[in-house]
Nanobody
């Protein structure tokens, strides 16, 4: 089993930056696909970004808009996401997800059903 714990969320102002982290435990996720999703109140879960196990290929959702950068440190079993130029519309709970499978293409990585393991989420609130 893999446990995922997100951290780094908080209350920030529009235009600020945040760095989210997702620490994995239970086993190594160095060969896992990993991703960030988010869910705002009253809205469906939304794909934000994903990264291949090797770290050399990433996929962004529309919400990333070039403002978010996903990365990973397999030696630390940790996933990151640098978020800049935050907007009020970025307010949501951000979830980390992991899958032991290898996928190909944006659509595969962007599907929530592709991920077997999920964290509890970290709240990001951006005041306008």
């Amino acid at each position: 089993q893999v446990q995922l714990v997100e951290s780094g969320g908080g209350l920030v102002q529009a235009g600020d930056s945040l760095r989210l982290s997702c620490a994995a435990s239970g086993r190594s996720v160095s060969n896992y696909a990993m991703a960030w999703f988010r869910q705002a109140p009253g809205k469906e879960r939304e794909f934000v970004a994903a990264i291949k196990w090797s770290g050399d290929i990433t996929y962004d959702g529309d919400s990333a808009e070039g403002r978010f950068t996903i990365s990973r440190d397999n030696a630390k079993n940790t996933l990151y996401m640098e978020m800049s130029s935050l907007k009020h519309e970025d307010t949501a709970v951000y979830y980390c997800a992991a899958s032991p499978h290898t996928y190909a293409g944006h659509s595969s990585y962007a599907t929530g059903a592709a991920y077997a393991y999920w964290g509890e989420g970290t709240q990001v609130t951006v005041s306008s």
